[in-house]
């Protein structure tokens, strides 16, 4: 029921965000805008120009993103604590940040081209998760806590090799970069490279909410699943497969934006109840409303922007402690 | 007895030897003096430093002008693409790193076995004085502290260096480069009211969404170019490069871009986000010359003294004629010690 409501919400954050923004637009501009798209009102065409630029070139680009990428932190997020049946799995659990903070440094610290920059911390994102799941298969069949354990490893590994990098980069303008990439934003997304990631994520997210089925066969353990004719290792490595995927994505796409994959899950789970099959389109939708909501805080409260990541955790970190203090019994 | 005539003769010619030495040798090792550094502290050092350490990378850049074969390392690696602009003395000098706080870390050991004779540490930047002269007093060497938080710091850092160096004739003339060049931009942009100054962005990272404050040390040169930088504010942090969005840059109304990226000119020129950035509409991204050494900012240095006579131009061409290859020649050869060629200055310029 609660579920009918998420779209609307959604509906209602993405107007509010396309509203608001640094440059002064008052609310008879955006509805002229919306006049003259319908072709209502009569705009000069300057102007026209102008508010097109701002609403629909760079704002919406980045609700877009905005958009996106929390649907996907979140939906991976739940997906991966489903698969792991632990609370406090986030989607950086085998390794893809550490992996794309160490792919992005190093584009940054052999093209600082921004297109290479986003590509290898995609690859390399995808790289550091196959290494987590290579080690835990390395002595026999991967169970879940080896999978985890090897994810660790991997992501310690990728962490230390940033390291390396920041070490070997260049203090006056590579070393900033780094440090600025990992602080994620979602300032550089235009709608050319949107159309590039966009429908991977859509695809991706779409997914894992149809997992959502099996997810719950899973979680009544793996024989009970086997049972209800659920594939229990496709399952399992596919949702984790499609969860490295998309977050990697968004990765690439935004820098590291910390907390939405952990937290949203919980605020659904709340919401709507421990169904998989409903928490992960809840938490796409939540997710997405939510990093929409916090990067317009981002951009406007000062002239310089806040850091997303911080935002996030700023409102994510109070958030997750009221949810832990009313969801102990959901996990107990 | 020839024997002993031959002893005689000897011990004339050690003394004799020895004599020459004296004379030749304006101040030998073990010989000492006191002079004041930047930092007011009173200190001794050695009459003639033989082999010094820039503990900061600004400090090793200026030393580089100075007293490049003194120089027992570098901060950080040089660029491998511009060898050909380097002096011959410091291309093999080894990496050693700095006290700068983040990058590459010195080791003082390291160090202790290069067996400098003077460090030369930047003040008030990374490290508070007391921690900088501590950990060097460890390895038994003097330190004295160069104050470069303007670009007049840099005149009165190099005429303080020639005193250290023995070197006032081609300090002096270095200093007063620096005091000339100042002065005649200051003056030529002095009148300029607030209303006309050119509004430039200070473009940073590969995305161009990273800036810095107009009160913030690292676009000191626009500021003494006559420029407007639009983004008004106190500088917050040391490393700096601050988030700000198209929106924002947008509505500030920009005229005129300088990037430190080359990857973001295309970017710019090829994204919807700029398009309605006044400077992108008009074409005016303008790349930051950086070989050998950047020439406004990341390290900030001496170099300054040509990139504000360089955008003094570029933002008031009527105002600052400037022949920009004949300088940018004389100022190589006098600072960096090469000449350069028509072609070398065309890279620099690409």
Request: aromatic share 8%; glycine share 8%.
């Given at each position: 029921m609660r579920l009918a409501l998420l779209p609307f919400l959604l509906l209602a954050v993405v107007l509010v965000a396309l509203s608001v923004g640094r440059y002064p637009l008052a609310p008879s501009d955006i509805l002229g805008f919306l006049g003259a798209c319908l072709g209502l009102v009569d705009l000069p065409p300057e102007r026209f120009d102008l508010l097109r630029n701002l609403?629909?070139?760079?704002?919406l680009p980045r609700v877009l993103a905005a958009g996106l990428i929390g649907a996907s932190l979140s939906a991976s997020g739940a997906s991966f604590q489903a698969v792991f049946r632990n609370p406090l799995v986030s989607p950086g659990i085998l390794g893809v940040l550490g992996g794309a903070g160490f792919g992005a440094a190093l584009g940054i610290l052999y093209s600082g081209d921004f297109l290479t920059i986003q590509i290898s911390a995609f690859a390399m994102g995808l790289v550091a998760v196959g290494v987590g799941v290579l080690i835990a298969n390395l002595f026999g069949a991967a169970s879940m806590v080896t999978l985890v354990l090897g994810g660790m490893i991997s992501g310690a590994l990728f962490a230390s090799a940033l390291s390396l990098v920041k070490y070997a980069a260049d203090p006056y303008d590579q070393l900033p970069a780094i440090v600025y990439w990992m602080m994620g934003s979602l300032g550089a997304v235009d709608l050319k490279q949107l159309k590039g990631a966009a429908p991977a994520i859509l695809i991706g997210v779409g997914a894992l909410t149809l997992a959502g089925r099996a997810l719950d066969a899973l979680s009544m353990g793996d024989d009970e699943a086997r049972s209800l004719g659920v594939p229990v290792q496709a399952t399992r490595y596919g949702v984790i497969a499609t969860a490295t995927l998309v977050s990697s994505l968004s990765v690439s796409l935004a820098g590291m934006i910390g907390w939405v994959g952990l937290v949203v899950p919980h605020v659904a789970r709340l919401a709507i109840g421990p169904t998989n099959s409903k928490l992960l389109p809840a938490s796409a939708l939540l997710g997405a409303s939510f990093l929409i909501a916090a990067d317009s805080v981002a951009r406007n409260i000062t002239r310089a922007e806040i850091p997303i990541g911080v935002v996030t955790e700023l409102l994510g970190i109070p958030v997750f402690v009221l949810v832990l203090g009313r969801a102990r019994r959901a996990w107990a | 007895m020839p024997s002993t005539r031959l002893f005689a003769r000897n011990r004339f010619l050690c003394a004799l030897l020895a004599l020459l030495a004296l004379a030749t040798a304006p101040a030998r090792a073990g010989e000492t003096r006191e002079i004041t550094d930047m930092a007011g502290r009173k200190i001794v050092i050695p009459a003639d430093p033989r082999r010094v350490f820039g503990a900061a990378p600004p400090v090793a850049v200026t030393l580089y002008a100075i007293a490049p074969e003194r120089l027992i390392g570098i901060n950080v690696p040089l660029r491998g693409d511009e060898k050909s602009l380097y002096r011959k003395e410091a291309v093999?000098?080894?990496?050693?790193?700095?006290?700068?706080?983040?990058?590459r870390q010195l080791n003082l050991e390291e160090i202790a076995a290069m067996r400098p004779d003077l460090v030369i540490a930047w003040l008030?930047?990374?490290?508070?004085k007391g921690q900088v002269e501590a950990s060097f007093a460890k390895i038994n060497v003097p330190v004295i502290f160069l104050k470069l938080d303007t670009l007049d710091d840099y005149a009165d850092a190099f005429a303080f260096l020639g005193r250290v160096f023995g070197r006032e004739a081609q300090a002096n003339e270095m200093a007063a480069y620096i005091r000339d060049a100042l002065a005649r931009v200051r003056k030529a942009t002095a009148d300029i009211p607030p209303a006309e100054r050119l509004r430039v962005y200070y473009a940073e990272s590969p995305d161009g969404l990273a800036t810095d404050c107009d009160k913030s040390f690292h676009t000191e040169p626009i500021l003494i170019a006559g420029g407007d930088n639009i983004y008004h504010c106190e500088q917050t942090s040391h490393v700096g490069m601050e988030k700000i969005s198209v929106e924002q840059i947008v509505a500030l109304k920009p005229s005129l871009i300088l990037t430190q990226n080359k990857g973001f000119i295309a970017l710019a020129k090829g994204s919807a986000l700029w398009r309605n950035v006044e400077a992108v509409k008009n074409g005016r991204i303008v790349d930051v010359p950086h070989a050998p050494f950047n020439w406004l900012d990341r390290p900030p240095s001496y170099m300054r003294a040509l990139g504000v006579q360089w955008l003094a131009n570029l933002f008031y061409p009527a105002r600052f004629p400037l022949d920009v290859k004949a300088e940018t020649k004389k100022f190589y050869r006098l600072f960096l010690g090469v000449d350069i060629s028509d072609a070398d200055f065309s890279r620099i310029m690409e």
């Amino acid at each position: 029921m609660r579920l009918a409501l998420l779209p609307f919400l959604l509906l209602a954050v993405v107007l509010v965000a396309l509203s608001v923004g640094r440059y002064p637009l008052a609310p008879s501009d955006i509805l002229g805008f919306l006049g003259a798209c319908l072709g209502l009102v009569d705009l000069p065409p300057e102007r026209f120009d102008l508010l097109r630029n701002l609403i629909v070139e760079i704002r919406l680009p980045r609700v877009l993103a905005a958009g996106l990428i929390g649907a996907s932190l979140s939906a991976s997020g739940a997906s991966f604590q489903a698969v792991f049946r632990n609370p406090l799995v986030s989607p950086g659990i085998l390794g893809v940040l550490g992996g794309a903070g160490f792919g992005a440094a190093l584009g940054i610290l052999y093209s600082g081209d921004f297109l290479t920059i986003q590509i290898s911390a995609f690859a390399m994102g995808l790289v550091a998760v196959g290494v987590g799941v290579l080690i835990a298969n390395l002595f026999g069949a991967a169970s879940m806590v080896t999978l985890v354990l090897g994810g660790m490893i991997s992501g310690a590994l990728f962490a230390s090799a940033l390291s390396l990098v920041k070490y070997a980069a260049d203090p006056y303008d590579q070393l900033p970069a780094i440090v600025y990439w990992m602080m994620g934003s979602l300032g550089a997304v235009d709608l050319k490279q949107l159309k590039g990631a966009a429908p991977a994520i859509l695809i991706g997210v779409g997914a894992l909410t149809l997992a959502g089925r099996a997810l719950d066969a899973l979680s009544m353990g793996d024989d009970e699943a086997r049972s209800l004719g659920v594939p229990v290792q496709a399952t399992r490595y596919g949702v984790i497969a499609t969860a490295t995927l998309v977050s990697s994505l968004s990765v690439s796409l935004a820098g590291m934006i910390g907390w939405v994959g952990l937290v949203v899950p919980h605020v659904a789970r709340l919401a709507i109840g421990p169904t998989n099959s409903k928490l992960l389109p809840a938490s796409a939708l939540l997710g997405a409303s939510f990093l929409i909501a916090a990067d317009s805080v981002a951009r406007n409260i000062t002239r310089a922007e806040i850091p997303i990541g911080v935002v996030t955790e700023l409102l994510g970190i109070p958030v997750f402690v009221l949810v832990l203090g009313r969801a102990r019994r959901a996990w107990a | 007895m020839p024997s002993t005539r031959l002893f005689a003769r000897n011990r004339f010619l050690c003394a004799l030897l020895a004599l020459l030495a004296l004379a030749t040798a304006p101040a030998r090792a073990g010989e000492t003096r006191e002079i004041t550094d930047m930092a007011g502290r009173k200190i001794v050092i050695p009459a003639d430093p033989r082999r010094v350490f820039g503990a900061a990378p600004p400090v090793a850049v200026t030393l580089y002008a100075i007293a490049p074969e003194r120089l027992i390392g570098i901060n950080v690696p040089l660029r491998g693409d511009e060898k050909s602009l380097y002096r011959k003395e410091a291309v093999d000098l080894p990496v050693l790193g700095s006290n700068a706080g983040m990058g590459r870390q010195l080791n003082l050991e390291e160090i202790a076995a290069m067996r400098p004779d003077l460090v030369i540490a930047w003040l008030g930047f990374y490290q508070e004085k007391g921690q900088v002269e501590a950990s060097f007093a460890k390895i038994n060497v003097p330190v004295i502290f160069l104050k470069l938080d303007t670009l007049d710091d840099y005149a009165d850092a190099f005429a303080f260096l020639g005193r250290v160096f023995g070197r006032e004739a081609q300090a002096n003339e270095m200093a007063a480069y620096i005091r000339d060049a100042l002065a005649r931009v200051r003056k030529a942009t002095a009148d300029i009211p607030p209303a006309e100054r050119l509004r430039v962005y200070y473009a940073e990272s590969p995305d161009g969404l990273a800036t810095d404050c107009d009160k913030s040390f690292h676009t000191e040169p626009i500021l003494i170019a006559g420029g407007d930088n639009i983004y008004h504010c106190e500088q917050t942090s040391h490393v700096g490069m601050e988030k700000i969005s198209v929106e924002q840059i947008v509505a500030l109304k920009p005229s005129l871009i300088l990037t430190q990226n080359k990857g973001f000119i295309a970017l710019a020129k090829g994204s919807a986000l700029w398009r309605n950035v006044e400077a992108v509409k008009n074409g005016r991204i303008v790349d930051v010359p950086h070989a050998p050494f950047n020439w406004l900012d990341r390290p900030p240095s001496y170099m300054r003294a040509l990139g504000v006579q360089w955008l003094a131009n570029l933002f008031y061409p009527a105002r600052f004629p400037l022949d920009v290859k004949a300088e940018t020649k004389k100022f190589y050869r006098l600072f960096l010690g090469v000449d350069i060629s028509d072609a070398d200055f065309s890279r620099i310029m690409e």
